[in-house]
């Protein structure tokens, strides 16, 4: 069943009850297969967003900012997810008092305000203010320049731990030529230091060694470049110095992507053979094309099988094989796989003698994996000065993931 | 302990209950009580009736339970207005209270109590924390103004609170300078061309600043309020650029977005031919790539904005195609406006790759994609003439799969494929008939019935194929029928001597026992044309058709511009005018294309109006202009007399239009001899009206201290056309078909090397807007309305044809002539 757990009327421009509408509509185009984000009725606009369960809609009647409002509803989620671990049915009904209390510090009048969760949490707890106590003061931080981080942070031991993440996007077609392949990489600070420290971070940048006239040979271009609030924009624009007073615990500092053409690191080959009303052979090689010291973990190779097949049989050179019946899919783990070699998979299906002839979605192959201590771009990061007034000594601690981000392997099949 | 609690009571005289623990004696009581109105309330359940109880919890020290009491306030106010005045005393006091949080939670919640009765007592404490010192409490304040402005705006005017807004602009603190934009932004929303904002080069200047340093909410406020500046020249224009290409890089894809529509828009404004001019447009490309990374609901904003941009400027993302490849996992809305932008960006240099993907979409499973994907393919054959065989035998291996809606979608591409290519693919035509009796989709039927028709000499039993469809005639959908009406005209046409029959036969169904008009009207014409004229007939029936165009669902070049100005927002999304969202949608709104007005607006050259000599020295030069809305009368006064002049004053006689100065002549200083002075008078047409002639005569005095002179001059009548001139294209139809032929007007406008796009900015620069534009037969036809300030509307229809080299043959060959429908009509 469904019902609306919590609203918040902010301008009194859109009756509440025409929330009502909204469920059998997003069902409606749902199975007319049109189904979309924004949803009209009337004069009245539904944008939405799914998170497990629940749905969080906004509703307007003007032609609002809509790359503003989802950017929002995200936002709703993240502050909440943080507030109460799960966002989820019961965390709001468990904790309706605050959630309204967040709904008003959140927007006012359609205008979103105060949203980073760290200084909300300064204000805004789940016990009850109490207004004798000090904090329940605004603090200062949520108007000032610098509204991520507060005043007055303290650790015994001040150190920053940098995650260089890079998910690798690959599309191939069936006949084995890549279709599109490029690189999102992430930046992720983990920064425990005291006071308000100012922080500068130098990645081997080809815009910066060109400016800089420094060897180009050993430097990455990045297609485009996303910073977290934090970073001063102009002056990376002006002379690309990523610069900034970093938030307090765990956050994104930046995002990049690299158009290059990346070589698929675990490179994937298949024959699905399908022999109607009898059986279906499956061989998949995978090869690691990646330096020999180097090991992907956890990689995941998931090969979809027709709906109506049985009786599998499997046969693997390393890792093993399992059928997931609710997925229409075989997965193939390997725990740890070198560089250069190459694995072999093969699978045997049963095919019942009266098949259904519903035509069945061709769904590509799927890798999963990690390779710890390296980076496909080459990006590195070549230092890390922390300035703070008191004048502490603070260690940066670097780490480089490569990981598959939306790796598919179209099938011939 | 947990909230959940809460919700679970459900007895009979819960009300009474609550009634009873709202007025226990101890706090913790009634804090709890409080908190289970707030949840009943939360589910749905009236608890109006406890309003004093809640009310008389007000005044507290527990800030959890003022927030709940206030909550309260804010959903049963407007039922119980006499009773939220119990509330303002309350709100008074909160607003005076030393902690900040109370003063902001105070006045925040003020503002959403909508009971007109009340809001005067709220304009002190507002006033008060407008001015507070806690940063906090005034950018709170900022948005009460927007909210009180929604309840009572002259209330709000007359208070002085849109001076004290403005004032924030120059606050300094960047969160309430961005409140404050963000207020007055949506006021302005309510007051067209009021210039409420005040933007100049100062303000615009404080913005710029503010923009590095507040959130990035306020970001997104200050960007898309800029994006409604004008720029005075293209140096500005490139400066503000260089300010706001910083964002970006900005992690909020909102905040790119309304970069993005900054620069889109300001790129208008600079010299295509400069290197800054380049280098901005590689900026542009590569952030709108990323948000394609970001979450599905942000892509799908991301690319139908980037459908419009596509539309504006295709060099943008040409090298990007790559990226709107369709994934697997892609939703389905994502994938449709991949597809779309896909075709628009295909091109001889990436065909076979955007070929070799729609074959692979046009064999998954989900039937609109598909059905799209193959669409795809006739357009791509269309649009890229070098790819026309390819995507042909594509289509054909497509066919040769038997799926049902795949082949009825592919057939009806071919025959746009036919039309464009005419006698280049017959050969195929054997393979297509073979699948004539699986078509049962009305399109496919007369796409079929088409190919046949027009190839019905090629083909050697079309006699039988069009027979076949005949049996069902009454059951066919009115295009199948008319297709099938003509189509068996044009075969007897080309073998007259073995269909007579079959013409018969179609003839009197169609006449005789069809009550559809249109299929009747076409009946008789061919009747009629065959048996008294074959020769015409054949001419008529067998022309040469117009061709299709290459590029189809573009969107008109005028709303295409608009949108671009609304990048991010909802008719972006939508590809709707921006005020088919006003409410009652036939309000006033702001066109965004006059502030590209008033950028390009030409000042013509003053005019001497008075000479010295006729005026005991006194020499008045002038001209009039309309700007944001109204109209001025700019003026040079030169003093060529040899003593001073004072006591100026300037009066109208009555006029066709009602036009007389809202404000004495600004000139307030002695006008010195050989001194000269410029102004600007503003005007209004709220004056006596009396008709002239010619009716744009307008006769003028003018005193100083030496005498009263008398001159008169002619205001050109575009300064009379309003902004809000653009008919609803309904309204356009039905008005056109009603006004009166003798009402009518036609002239020719020569010489004019202008493309139909050009002309229609053009006139728009002038309040004269487009309506809708279409081809025919090589034609543009532009359709074009506009309002005068009396209100008599002007519709327009404006004919742009290939012009005659003979007939203006001097320079160009391109030239054009224009031919002017106008009509006047007066409501």
Partial sequence: SVFVLICRNYKGDVDM????????????????????????????????????????????????NAALVYAFLYKLVEVFTEYFKELEEESIQDNFVVVYELLDELMDFGFPQTTDSKILQEYITQEGNKLEVAKSKVPTTVTNAVSWRSEGIKYKKNEVFIDVIESINVLVNANGSVMSSDIVGSIKLKTMLSGMPELRLGLNDRVLFTLTGRDKGKSVAMEDVKFHQCVRLSRFENDRTISFIPPDGESELMSYRINTHVKPLIWIESVIERFSHSRVEIMVKAKGQFKKQSVANNVEIKVPVPSDADSPKFKTSTGHAKYVPEKNLVVWTIKSFPGGKEFLMRAHFGLPSVENDEKEAKPPITVKFEIPYFTVSGIQVRYMKIIEKSGYQALPWVRYITQSGDYQLRTNS | MTDSKYFTTNKKGEIFELKAELNNEKKEKRKEAVKKVIAAMTVGKDVSSLFPDVVNCMQTDNLELKKLVYLYLMNYAKSQPDMAIMAVNSFVKDCEDPNPLIRALAVRTMGCIRVDKITEYLCEPLRKCLKDEDPYVRKTAAVCVAKLHDI??????????????????ADSNPMVVANAVAALSEISESHPNSNLLDLNPQNINKLLTALNECTEWGQIFILDCLSNYNPKDEREAQSICERVTPRLSHANSAVVLSAVKVLMKFLELLPKDSDYYGTLLKKLSPPLVTLLSGEPEVQYVALRNINLIVQKRPEILKQEIKVFFVKYNDPIYVKLEKLDIMIRLASQANIAQVLAELKEYATEVDVDFVRKAVRAIGRCAIKVEQSAERCVSTLLDLIQTKVNYVVQEAIVVIRDIFRKYPNKYESIIATLCENLDSLDEPDARAAMIWIVGEYAERIDNADELLESFLEGFHDESTQVQLTLLTAIVKLFLKKPS????????????????????????????????????????????????????EETDLIEPTLLDELICHIGSLASVYHKPPNAFVEGSHGIHQHSADQFAIMKQYFSVLQVWLPATKAKGLEIAGTFSRRQGHMYMDMTFINKALQHMTDFAIQFNKNSFGVIPTTPLPIHTPLMPNQSI????????????????????????VKNIIDVFYFSCLIPLNIFFVEDGKMERQVFLVTWKDIPNENELQYQIKECHLNADTVSGKLQNNNIFTIAKRNVEGQDMLY?????????????????????????????????????????HIF
């Fill in chain 1, 17 to 64: 009850a025409e929330i009502d509408h909204f469920l059998p509509l997003l069902l409606q185009q749902e199975e007319e297969g049109l189904l979309s984000p924004a949803i009209t009725r009337g004069n009245v606009h539904f944008l939405w967003i799914k998170h497990s369960n629940l749905y969080l809609v906004a509703t307007t009647n003007k032609n609002s």
């Fill in chain 2, 152 to 169: 009572n705006a002259q209330m709000v005017e007359d208070q002085g609170f849109l001076d004290s807004l403005r004032d924030l602009i």
């Fill in chain 2, 784 to 824: 074009q309305s506009l309002k005068l300030t009396n209100g008599i509307w002007i519709l327009a229809e404006l004919r742009i044809q290939p012009g005659n080299p003979n007939y203006t043959g001097k320079k160009k060959t391109n030239a054009t002539a224009f031919s002017y429908k106008l009509m006047v």
């Fill in chain 2, 498 to 549: 073995e269909t007579q029959e079959l013409v018969q036969q179609v003839l009197s169904l169609a006449t005789q026992d069809s009550d559809n008009p249109d299929l009747r009207d076409r009946g008789y014409i061919y009747w009629r044309l065959l048996s008294t004229d074959p020769v015409t007939a054949k001419e008529v029936v067998l022309s040469e058709k117009p061709l299709i165009s």
């Fill in chain 2, 678 to 701: 410029d102004i600007s008078l503003p005007l209004s047409t709220i004056g006596p009206v009396m008709k002239m002639d010619p009716l744009n005569n307008l006769q003028v005095a």
